[in-house]
């Protein structure tokens, strides 16, 4: 008997030490698990940060949106009023436009015995638009001015009337003109250089014209004479290059 009482006393004693750390290895794993849990809160709380910081950049974009809304609208508002103003002087014209119309109705009548219409429009953007037609002796208009031949001299007549009428206002004194004598029949290109030295003499602009030698028109069996011109540069194609704009050739 006291053997089996010695025994038990040994299983108890076993039992209260692997109780004991039984509660032990339960604490631990409790401990752990909580841990566990607090990487899982903290990642969670890190997202949620970041969520919060991308949402109140998104409400300072919008702000900024705004704002620049309200300037694009007010940018807008001003281009609208610019163009009811830019439409209202359009229609009701002025001196200045109806002496350039009749100086460069004049002009091409003088230079292709034709008279010259110019219109002013206002395109789909608001912005001015010139037009330049042509029309015959019903002052009908035609469509010469889709033409090669003509399309230089409008735009040539076009830039003398308005450095004509504007040379008494702060404006361009000088003009530029590249092979506008070509494609003409030589009266047409002497009448062209008759009224570009009148104008340049009378109102004192300075008009610069390249032409090949070959357009130059003959008159009276020789070629134009220039009055008081200064011939700036006399270019040819020699084989030394000497004749050519910069002495080399490119």
């Known amino acids: 008997m006291e053997e089996k009482t010695s025994e038990l006393n040994k299983v108890e004693n076993r039992l209260q030490s692997l109780n004991g750390k039984r509660m032990e290895i339960m604490k631990i794993l409790r401990e752990k698990d909580s841990f566990q849990k607090f990487k899982k809160y903290q990642y969670d709380l890190i997202e949620i940060e970041k969520e919060i910081e991308r949402l109140k950049v998104q409400l300072e974009n919008i702000d900024v949106v705004k704002v620049q809304k309200i300037e694009l609208d007010n940018i807008i508002k001003d ?45 789909k953007k608001g912005n001015v638009e010139f037009k330049a037609e042509i029309a015959n ?58 009224l570009i030295e009148e104008i340049c003499d009378k109102y004192d602009i300075q008009y610069i014209l390249t032409v090949l030698d070959s357009d130059i028109p003959i008159v009276g069996g020789e070629k134009y004479s220039f009055k008081n011109v200064n011939l700036a540069v006399e270019l040819s194609d020699e084989d030394n290059d000497t004749g050519r704009l910069f002495g080399i050739a490119f």
């Open 79 to 123: 281009i609208n009023e610019v163009k009811e103003k830019i439409e209202l002087e359009v229609k009701k014209s002025n001196e200045l436009y109806k002496s350039i119309r009749k100086d460069y109705y004049n002009f091409l009548k003088r230079i292709i015995f034709k008279p010259g219409i110019l219109s002013i429009t206002n395109n």
């Open 137 to 194: 002796d019903n002052n009908e208009l035609t469509s010469e001015d889709k033409g090669f031949s003509y399309k230089k001299i409008l735009c040539a007549c076009f830039d003398i009337a308005l450095s004509k009428n504007y040379n008494d206002k702060s404006f361009f004194r000088f003009i530029y003109h590249d092979g506008c004598l070509e494609s003409l029949d030589p009266r047409k290109r002497v009448k062209y250089l008759e």
